[in-house]
């Protein structure tokens, strides 16, 4: 078991950020989520990721159960991408460091990387179409290319969860297709990390995500097979606005049909 959520509710004040929500992850299945802005996926994430703590119910994540484990370890198993991230990093560190620093999951790079490491972190570069850049201070890299960085800083510590929170933000019709090819190829390799893919666009999750979640008021609307659940009936049951689904290369493109008044 990657993932079991149970009963869990969160609550600020009189304010409930998580409902009820019960959700599991087995191993070999790859997720993504959809939800509208504060339907609580971050929320999720980030009690997954162990930064939030369940008012009530419980969480396992990689066989640990919530308050029995260091967290510390814990968050060295779980790499995560997220825009959020970005701005913690030191801006003039070089995109090389930036990815050797993934290894112990710090902020920061305080001693001389190993040469195997700067091999390991180069190689990560290469493949995700970096290596030009490697040696450029972070904040000269561009949207796209902060964003591919971080993932193979993600990769460094060998993951066995990689969560990836709208990786595709602030990308360009190429480049995202570009970051969508090597998800998909990641996804393929051999002990390749599970992953959770959280989108506001259907048409990015691939094939190979046969799982989704679907996030609505901190509450789950519905989990399950992705075929199943990516029906025009249910997504406008889900968005309570009529919405048109074609399924096109493998992939489901949504579009509003009226704005509802
Ligand atoms: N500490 C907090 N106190 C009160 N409300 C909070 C707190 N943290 C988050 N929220 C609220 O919880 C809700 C869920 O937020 P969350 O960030 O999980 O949404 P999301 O589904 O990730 O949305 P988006 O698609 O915009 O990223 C939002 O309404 C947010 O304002
Ligand atoms: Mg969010």
Redesign the pocket.
């Known amino acids: 078991m990657i993932i079991k959520i149970e009963d869990v509710s969160l609550w600020?004040?009189s304010?409930f950020?998580l409902k009820n929500v019960n959700w599991q992850i087995e191993e070999g299945e790859q997720w993504a989520i959809m939800?509208?802005?504060?339907?609580?996926?971050?929320?999720?994430l980030?009690m997954i990721n162990g930064y939030l703590f369940p008012s009530s119910g419980n969480v396992e994540v990689l066989g640990k159960t919530f308050g029995h484990y260091d967290l510390r370890e814990l968050r060295k198993l779980i790499g995560w991408v997220s825009t959020a991230i970005q701005e913690r990093f030191y801006l003039n560190e070089s995109a090389l460091d930036i990815v050797i620093s993934g290894k112990e999951a710090v902020i920061g790079l305080f001693d001389e990387p190993s040469r195997h490491d700067i091999l390991v972190a180069s190689d990560l570069l290469e493949q995700l179409g970096c290596i030009d850049y490697a040696h450029r201070p972070y904040q000269t890299l561009s949207q796209g290319e902060k964003q591919k960085v971080l993932i193979a800083r993600a990769l460094m510590a060998k993951p066995r969860l990689l969560i990836l929170?709208?990786p595709c933000t602030g990308l360009d019709l190429f480049a995202r297709e570009q970051l969508l090819r090597y998800i998909d190829k990641l996804s393929r390799q051999s002990e390749a990390p599970a992953l959770i893919y959280?989108t506001?666009r259907t048409e990015e999750i691939l094939p190979v995500f046969d799982k989704v979640l679907l996030?609505k008021d901190?509450g789950v609307f519905a989990a399950g097979r992705r075929n199943d659940l990516m029906t025009e009936e249910l997504m406008n049951e889900f968005l309570e606005a009529p919405v048109s689904l074609e399924y096109k290369d493998r992939r489901h493109w949504m579009n509003l049909i009226a704005f509802p008044e």
């Open positions: 600020r004040g304010k950020l939800g509208l802005n504060g339907s609580g996926k971050t929320t999720l980030n929170d709208e959280v506001h996030m901190g």
